[in-house]
């Protein structure tokens, strides 16, 4: 199997491009280094039918032999076509968050370091927000917990339900710990 | 016992509709199902007690439905005795208390439909638990309760409490599954087999024995809540309590004793079986005993109940003796009758008194004789006071210890002693359960009691009934049980029964019941004592404090990982390509033997410009010279591929191209023009450094990959194949036929992408087609101030002749004329085309894919020539019925031969001549042709409808921000001077690219 040099090459500047320009914190930089880095996979993939020959069509009096490999071909068909959705989809990214994050002059900027770091502090406050859930199930477990008191004072402490009495509940929590 | 489950789970999904119409009456409906699948056990009865008359052994029921035959794991269910006790009390169980719900829940309750359906679900996951014979089967059963019982405990969505309870449940039972599961697949990796009996019948042995069984038991005490996970079963009570008597009374939690008693035949003599067994279960039984004395909470009592008679039944059916067996399974039957029994019971006191709080509850008893008297018979049960169920298993438990210890055991010392010391905690807090529900406290005046009604006592009253039917119709019963138990060791004379005379287990059951009489005599000194011992197994809060620390470890890694945004992501994933894959290709070396310089002379200048293109395109500052630079390479693409035999490529790419661009430039023009450049110049030397580096490595690929190559390609059959096919165009009869199912995949892929663009910029709602001129009065008065306006800036507009129909809807400023005309003329000639490379893609350059592109166009070029207006008037139809009528063509294409006995993607032909167009081969693939067709135009469709039309829409009602006001709503009147500000605002950029702005 042979190829061709000259396309190797490109192969290697076009993805070295797009590489350095997705490395970016524009977003449209991104999907300008997705497009680049996109032609140059498909074109590898091209580069694997080794030599190319006449197009894969069998009109009367091709030979089968001297045709291209129609194999990369379609893969790439159908790469091309979701190269075009992945690019809109992305362009819609790209509009919707810089309409929703009014970014205004920033453009599309994704965020900087500070901002990362904010936002990880936020995600840790939500990965920890079921934590008043199992505290209301310990309270409940805690309070149905007999504590000994001396004859006589139960019958007239114990007026409302358990727990409704916030006072009593505290008082509870005091003892317990 | 396959149809009984199929029935569950159709059952199951008809409940929330039958919800609607029967509210809670649905449950007296819906426990039918149990009750028949009970009557149908009952009738097996015989079978598997007797066995068949040939063998005279008990028999057993196996079903077996082939399932993942590679993995040699089949759906095998097997009813035996031990499954058929346990499906018994699942299906009577489960009937009863959801024949209880009818009365427990009101026809307001929220979520009724839900709960409903859950819990009859759980009947079925139960029922399939105990009687799968499949491991794996078994193990999604049994993770299958887990997540029922998550969404049941969960069911006051609203409430806190509830929710923690939830989780907890589901996080420790879901571990200790995770953890069965190693062990399952080390013994059905060790013993060849993923049959529960076969592994039993010839155990596997060694070390994959000992570790599979102790991690299974793991799970097995996990879900019967044994120390130390015992702590979330009384957090689940905040479960409704028909939850919480048939889960976590009868059922889900004596999955663990089930699968104990199970393996015990097998592998009760492993060394690490009596330790966690017997050590953990009598440790459980002490601690669920001792915590259940000092609740208030009536139902957190019988939760700490169950929690020590869990432990209790482990210890029993764990000690691995015949008579222990029949003992521990004679036991879990009274529990399964009593316990449930009792918290049905605490179920009417709440209605009834509106709390489970012993110290607010007075004389409920004598108002609620009844009740009281039943509730008495299982209580006396739990405590295993004569003539009861509870006594009879007791007594054979302590004579099958007692047995153990004259063989000098020391594992039956253990049990034995540990046992008693439990069986008197549970005389106590049974003590404490009865005069706590229903004994009159001096001086304290009569809980008020609403009326529940009488068919609420009707399961609790048949349950307890039942622990004393049981109890002296034992001699019928045991059959059932030692048919089971004869499987372990031990001579096989002991019987069960209500009077052994005069022995060392009727002691001990005097001692017991003297000693818990104490306790309850001397209840203050014992409060006084347990408020002052520290609480040395409280789990919960270890548990939090596990949970929090996983959380803040989570939380903390992210942040560390996460820093540096997502070019620090892209930057270490390039890395990665580079090491990995540089370093494998350095070592593999297998270089082409040969190298062309180029295929043909053209090549490498159209290559220098592309490569050229591709670096100017990277360092370029502003977006739009960036664009078109990438088109460059785009372009230069479809000339290599046009002069290299790769027609049906150069035609899709051009066509890509330059709808890439449309779609960029519609984006691009709402955002600022300067490309800003905030990092850093190491950064960027950095940034080149790994560009220079992942390019080569590809480079690098590109050859490997070529020289590596030493099959011959299978495109050599692809001609045959093709002809074969009724085509000439081998790309196109592989998209559409040969490869179809990827084709299909592909365009799903479109779907999908269309569907996420329109979502991302339709704010409320896509539906609809692109708006019309004449579609709502409303629009078009927000048309007529742009026309009027131009009457004073430019009489030309009103003169000039409509080419287009929509063309007045743009101000005169963005109108062309010559445009117009263009677009006037060529759009339909250009839609016949697209029509024409559809069709004649089967033999020619074109097909589906071309086809549309071209279409899609099209619609580009009437959507830039007139606007968002146009567009609609061009295609009047909603983008995503476009979409989903060409992947249901193309879906129905691949699965119509199915109806004529042929297989999926099956192709059928008629060919016939037509004049111009040539030889037409008209076949199924054709359909499926036209399928693509239609996906790729309404994709397009929906880039122009999103990202085209609606941004216009944003920007002429001035919605900058997403904060907005509801866009219908925009006012109106303002339009004019909003558009002329925002064209004033944004500069040449804006203006240049704004749709028919190429005006003069």
């Known amino acids: 199997m042979t190829g061709s040099l000259t396309l190797v090459a490109l192969v290697a500047v076009m993805f070295g491009a797009g590489i350095y320009v997705m490395l970016e914190r524009s977003l449209t930089r991104v999907l300008i280094g997705f497009l680049l880095v996109g032609n140059a996979v498909n074109l590898l993939i091209y580069v694997m039918s080794g030599a190319p020959g006449l197009a894969p069509v069998l009109y009367d009096g091709v030979d089968p032999d001297e045709i291209s490999d129609p194999l990369p071909q379609v893969f790439m068909l159908t790469a091309i076509v979701i190269n075009l959705g992945i690019t809109a989809f992305m362009l819609a990214l790209i509009y919707r968050s810089w309409w929703l994050a009014r970014l205004g002059d920033r453009g599309d900027l994704v965020d900087d370091d500070r901002d990362e770091r904010e936002s990880g502090e936020g995600a840790a406050d939500v990965a920890r927000s079921s934590r008043l859930d199992d505290t209301a199930i310990l309270d409940i477990l805690e309070q149905s917990d007999e504590e000994y008191e001396e004859r006589g004072s139960e019958a007239s402490a114990r007026t409302g339900r358990d727990g409704a009495d916030p006072a009593d509940r505290a008082d509870r929590g005091g003892d317990r710990r | ?135 794996f089967a078994l193990f999604i059963f049994w993770e299958a309760t887990s997540v029922l019982s998550y969404l049941l405990i969960g069911h006051y969505t609203g409430r806190r409490e509830s929710r923690g309870a939830a989780l ?259 005389v106590a807090y049974t003590v404490r359960f009865f005069w706590g529900a229903f004994w009159r406290r001096d001086g304290k005046p009569d809980t008020p009691l609403h009326d529940e009604g009488a068919g609420i006592l009707v399961s609790p009253v048949v349950l307890s009934t039942a622990g004393v039917v049981a109890a ?64 040395w197994f409280d789990a919960s809060r270890e548990y939090l404090s596990i949970v929090r620390g996983i959380d803040r470890f989570a939380a903390s890694l992210t942040m560390f990982i996460q820093r540096r945004g997502l070019p620090g992501y892209v930057a270490v994933i390039v890395l990665v390509l580079v090491a990995g894959l540089g370093t494998g290709l350095l070592l593999n070396g297998a270089w082409p033997e040969e190298v062309r310089a180029w295929d043909f002379p053209a090549q490498p200048f159209i290559a220098a410009v592309m490569a050229v293109a591709a670096i100017a395109a990277a360092v370029a500052s502003h977006r739009v010279t960036a664009i078109l630079l990438v088109g460059v390479t785009g372009y230069g693409l479809v000339m290599l ?32 023009k300067q490309i800003a450049q905030h990092n ?107 026309v009027e306006q131009s009457n004073v800036r430019d009489d030309r507009a009103t003169t000039r002749q409509a080419w287009l129909l929509a063309g007045r809807t743009l101000g005169p400023r963005n109108r062309s004329i010559l445009i117009e005309v263009l677009v006037r003329l060529l759009f339909h000639p250009a839609i016949i085309v697209s029509i024409y490379l559809l069709f004649t893609g089967h033999n020619a350059p074109g097909g589906g894919f ?80 036209i399928g693509v067709y239609l996906v790729v135009v309404a994709l397009v469709l929906d880039i122009l409808r999103s990202l085209g039309a609606e941004v216009d829409r944003h920007r002429e009602e001035g919605i900058d921000t997403a904060d907005g006001n509801d866009p219908d709503d925009g006012t109106d009147g303002d339009e004019a001077s909003v558009t002329a500000d925002d064209t004033a605002a944004t500069g040449p950029v804006d203006a240049a690219i704004t749709p028919g702005e190429a005006r003069p």
């Open chain 2, 641 to 672: 591929f046009g002069m290299s035999g790769a027609p049906d490529l150069a035609l899709t790419q051009a066509l890509v191209e330059s709808l890439t661009l449309v779609a960029f430039v519609l984006v691009l023009r709402r955002l600022p």
């Open chain 2, 850 to 929: 071309a086809g549309g592109l071209l279409a899609g166009l099209a619609l580009v070029a009437r959507y830039l020539a007139a606007g968002r207006y146009e567009l609609g008037e061009a295609v009047p139809v909603d983008a995503g019925k476009l979409l989903g009528f060409g992947l249901l063509l193309a879906a129905a294409t691949a699965t119509a031969p199915l109806l004529f006995g042929s297989t999926v993607f099956a192709s059928s032909w008629f060919e016939w001549h037509v004049p111009v167009l040539g030889e037409i081969s008209f076949g199924t693939s054709t359909f499926f042709d």
């Open chain 2, 1 to 135: 016992m396959l149809v009984s489950l199929g029935l569950f789970a159709l059952v199951s999904l008809l409940t929330p509709f039958a919800t609607r119409l029967l509210g809670r009456r649905v449950f007296l409906v819906i426990a039918i199902l149990p009750a028949a699948v009970f009557a149908w056990l009952c009738a097996q009865l015989p079978l598997v007690v007797g066995g068949s008359e040939e063998t005279g052994a008990s028999g057993e029921l196996v079903e077996q439905f082939r399932w993942i035959p590679r993995l040699g794991i089949e759906l095998g269910f097997r009813l035996d005795a031990l499954s058929l006790l346990l499906a018994l009390v699942v299906t009577g169980v489960g009937a009863l208390v959801l024949l209880y719900c009818a009365w427990y829940f009101r026809d307001d309750e929220p979520s009724l439909g839900r709960f409903a359906s859950l819990l009859l679900l759980f009947a079925g996951v139960m029922f399939g638990l105990v009687t799968a014979d499949d491991v």
């Open chain 2, 680 to 786: 850093p110049p190491v950064r960027r030397r950095f940034r080149a450094i790994i560009g220079i580096l992942a390019g080569a490595v590809m480079g690098i690929v590109g050859l490997v990959a070529l020289g590596a190559r030493i099959q011959p390609s299978i495109s050599g059959g692809l001609p045959e194949l093709a002809l074969e096919a009724h085509g000439k165009n081998i790309v196109n009869v592989m998209l559409v036929d040969i490869r179809a199912w990827d084709t299909l995949g592909e365009i799903s892929v479109l779907v999908a992408v269309a569907t996420g663009v329109a979502s991302l910029i339709f704010v409320s709602g896509r539906t609809g087609a692109a708006p019309r001129l004449d579609s709502s009065a409303g629009r078009r008065e927000r048309v007529q101030p742009i």
């Open chain 2, 168 to 426: 907890q449940a589901l996080t420790v039972t879901t571990f200790g599954g995770l953890v069965m599961l190693v062990g399952l697949v080390l013994l059905a990796v060790a013993g060849e087999t993923t049959s529960l009996a076969t592994l039993l019948a010839t155990p596997v042995t060694g070390a994959a024995a000992e570790w599979g069984v102790a991690l299974v038991l793991v799970g097995a005490i996990s879900k019967s809540a044994l120390v130390p996970f015992h702590f979330w079963l009384p957090a689940a009570m905040a479960a409704p309590t028909p939850v919480s008597a048939y889960l976590h009374a009868a059922a889900m939690v004596k999955a663990g004793v089930y699968l104990v008693a199970r393996l015990a035949p097998g592998y009760a003599d492993l060394s690490v079986w009596h330790p966690i067994v017997i050590g953990l279960g009598v440790l459980t039984m002490l601690v669920g005993g001792w915590r259940a004395l000092r609740q208030y909470d009536l139902k957190l009592l019988l939760a700490y109940g169950t929690v020590s008679q869990l432990g209790f039944m482990i210890v029993v059916v764990g000690f691995g003796t015949r008579d222990a067996a029949l003992a521990g399974v004679a036991l879990l039957l009274a529990h399964a009758l009593f316990k449930s029994t009792l918290f049905l019971v605490v179920g009417i006191v709440d209605h009834a008194a509106g709390t489970r709080d012993w110290r607010e509850l007075s004389g409920v008893g004598r108002r609620m004789p009844v009740l009281a008297t039943f509730a008495g018979l299982a209580a006396a049960s739990m405590a295993g006071l004569p003539p009861l169920i509870g006594f009879v298993a007791k007594e054979a438990v302590f004579e099958a210890f007692l047995e153990g210890v004259a063989h000098g055991e020391a594992w039956a010392w253990l049990a034995l002693v540990g046992v008693v010391v439990g069986s008197i905690l549970t």
């Open chain 2, 472 to 535: 002296f119709t034992i001699a019928a019963i045991e059959p059932l049980l030692t048919a089971y138990a004869d499987e372990l060791p031990g001579p096989q004379e002991y019987h069960l029964a209500l009077w052994h005379g005069f022995g060392p287990p009727l002691a001990i059951s005097a001692l017991v019941f003297g000693v818990g009489a104490l306790l309850v005599w001397l209840r203050r000194p014992v409060a006084r004592f347990q408020a002052a011992t520290p609480e």
